[in-house]
Nanobody, 114 residues
Framework: VQLQASGGGRVQAGGSLRLACTASGTISSFNILGWYRQADGKQRELVAVISSIGITNYGDSVKGRFAISRDNAKNTVLLQMNSLKPEDTAVYYC?????????WGKGTLVTVSS
């Protein structure tokens, strides 16, 4: 499975960004797509994930500000990030759990300036 992400960049605090990621390859009809992030000096953490039947899970720090959605026909996941804070600055990684295995995208940098 390959993951191609787009979006990210630099934004001021309070602003919005949208990340998109498309999965290609042999993909199970049941899978979980989502985003994780890693800030400098910190461990990778959950941002948000969504299953192919629409069940979502968010990291505590983004609840109420970020929204994840997906298009199953296109194997695409979107992450709408609103009310961004400087502490959201990190490399964001797209992830798919497919056939019990994790695959990762290359990561896209999100920088939020104060």
């Amino acid at each position: 499975v390959q993951l191609q992400a787009s979006g990210g960049g630099r934004v001021q605090a309070g602003g919005s960004l949208r990340l998109a990621c498309t999965a290609s390859g042999t993909i199970s009809s049941f899978n979980i797509l989502g985003w994780y992030r890693q800030a400098d000096g910190k461990q990778r953490e959950l941002v948000a994930v969504i299953s192919s039947i629409g069940i979502t899970n968010y990291g505590d720090s983004v609840k109420g500000r970020f929204a994840i959605s997906r298009d199953n026909a296109k194997n695409t996941v979107l992450l709408q990030m609103n009310s961004l804070k400087p502490e959201d600055t990190a490399v964001y990684y797209c992830n798919i759990r497919n056939w019990g295995r994790d695959s990762w995208g290359k990561g896209t940098l999100v920088t939020v300036s104060s």
